[in-house]
């Protein structure tokens, strides 16, 4: 290893950096003197702080327990020891002694090993594997749910249906985390190795989407595999489905889809022998399917076998107790890539509390991302954000109105669409009440001033 003043340092340093494993230095006195970005990331650890320090000293109120490594460093032993943290799963720590005296450890975070041993077996996964970076960015749901009452008790909703047997229905604006709550609900019910298959159904060509979910037969049609090909509902076999943007499944999807989730058989394109699929469905949409029923462009018999039990999930600008939360965790990861750590000043604090998140949490982390660039330059920093007025604060949802309308909070006996709309004219009506105009209410509720006239206007 080259030491501070060596001018090859800083080569050497983006090398390790780069590296798909963590590697940390100690040096004979047990000091830290190298520590590379994806042991920060793996580890929950500080880079910055990091020179200098025992390892004692950086682990505390790490992401992991490093009393084991601790331990086995004063007995003088190497070799590997399994370390567990809340977040971050189980990582394998190798210990080295080196010629300095000192010591150097490997952190490989199990999960991509499993991932890798999973592929080497021709089991694939339909996505990409994360990156430790994307996974430390997992939601901490059990903290959230402390926060957030609400939270909690919409995944106890999950969770109890999922272990009943009950399909669910995740629903809510783009970005509220549908995905990660139907990925959470499937580890809750579910072995560590059972696959969870993830289908954008927007994603897909409408001329692709029997063959991708039922697969083909080999032969099927001109340009089939020759060996045939499993879809994605045999893939999901022993695990979950989870079928995102299901309001976008073309119509004549839709009736083969039923006849599966009735019976549990796949019948590939080109073949004669239904196969039995054993698999959970979660389905997630940001569509009115019950409205998209009534334009005969959604199944409402479908709709039935898929929703069986309901997730609404509210938009961010109405759970401040979380927007907080993520905030904080995300700067936290921002500041693990990079060397001068992100100091937010209380007016962009403040301006990041005030906006409504059209976007929701991704559009959260993309402008924590965009300010992490930009630095606190006012001119530079994205004008949703700075147009806010400030001295208006920011209007959460007012406690009458129910934050999503899910379809048991609809007023009796009015269709949705109108129930929604109802909602709204409360929202509005109430932020002009607290406000005192409609121009105030239009800033906090993040809409112009047009939108406000034009839904408050009685029609004749
Ligand atoms: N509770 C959470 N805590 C931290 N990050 C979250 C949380 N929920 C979602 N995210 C992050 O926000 C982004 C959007 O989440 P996700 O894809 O689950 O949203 P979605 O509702 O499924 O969006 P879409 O409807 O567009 O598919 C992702 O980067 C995800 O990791």
Request: glycine content about 8%; aromatic content about 4%; hydrophobic content about 40%.
């Amino acid at each position: 290893m080259t030491s501070h003043t060596d001018p090859q340092r800083p080569a050497l340093e983006t090398a390790l950096d780069a590296l798909p494993d963590g590697l940390i230095v100690l040096d004979a006195a047990g000091a830290v003197t190298h520590l590379n970005r994806e042991a920060a990331m793996i580890g929950g650890l500080d880079a910055t702080t990091a020179p200098g320090q025992t390892l004692a000293r950086l682990g505390a109120g790490s992401a992991l327990n490093w009393l084991p490594v601790e331990e086995m460093i004063e007995a003088g032993r190497t070799g590997s020891v399994m370390l567990r943290g809340d977040t971050v799963g189980a990582v394998l720590v190798t210990l080295r002694r080196i010629a300095t005296g000192g010591h150097v450890l490997t952190l490989r975070d199990l999960a991509v090993l499993d991932h890798a041993r999973r592929q080497a077996a021709g089991q694939r996964d339909a996505a990409p594997f994360p990156t430790t970076a994307e996974r430390r960015l997992r939601p901490d749901f059990a903290r959230q749910r402390h926060l957030s009452p609400w939270l909690d008790r919409m995944m106890s909703r999950g969770e109890r249906a999922l272990l009943q047997g009950a399909r669910v229905i995740i629903t809510g604006e783009s970005g509220v985390g549908k995905t990660e709550i139907a990925r959470h609900l499937h580890a809750f019910v579910s072995n560590a190795t059972d696959p969870f298959i993830a289908v954008n159904c927007a994603a897909i060509p409408e001329t692709l989407f029997e063959s991708e979910l039922f697969g083909y037969e080999k032969g099927a049609f001109t340009g089939a595999s020759t060996e045939g090909k499993k879809g994605l509902i045999e893939m999901a076999e022993g695990g979950t489905l989870f079928l995102d943007e299901i309001g976008e499944i073309p119509l004549p999807l839709q009736a083969k889809l039923l006849t599966f989730l009735e019976d549990g058989m796949v019948m590939r394109i080109g073949g004669t022998r239904p196969r039995r699929v054993s698999v959970r469905v979660i389905s997630a949409t940001n569509r009115d399917l019950l409205a998209m029923a009534e334009e005969r462009r959604f199944r409402l018999d479908l709709y039935y076998r898929l929703a069986v039990v309901n997730m609404p999930i509210k938009p961010l600008r109405e759970v401040p107790e979380l927007l907080d939360h993520l905030i904080e965790r995300f700067l936290t990861a921002i500041n693990q890539r990079r060397s001068q750590p992100l100091d937010l000043s209380e007016d962009l604090c403040a301006r990041l509390r005030a906006y409504q998140y059209p976007g929701n949490i991704r559009e959260l982390w993309n402008l924590m991302q965009q300010i992490s660039v930009l630095g606190d330059d006012i001119d530079e920093l994205p004008r949703r954000l700075m147009a806010i007025d400030l001295d208006v604060g920011p209007v959460r949802a007012p406690a009458t109105a129910p934050a999503v309308a899910g379809a048991e909070d609809r007023p009796e006996g009015l269709p949705l669409r109108e129930a929604l709309a109802e909602y709204e004219l409360r929202i509005i009506e109430e932020a002009i009440r607290i406000h005192g105009s409609k121009r105030k209410a239009a800033a906090a509720l993040g809409v112009d001033i047009g939108t406000i006239s034009r839904k408050t206007r009685k029609e004749p």
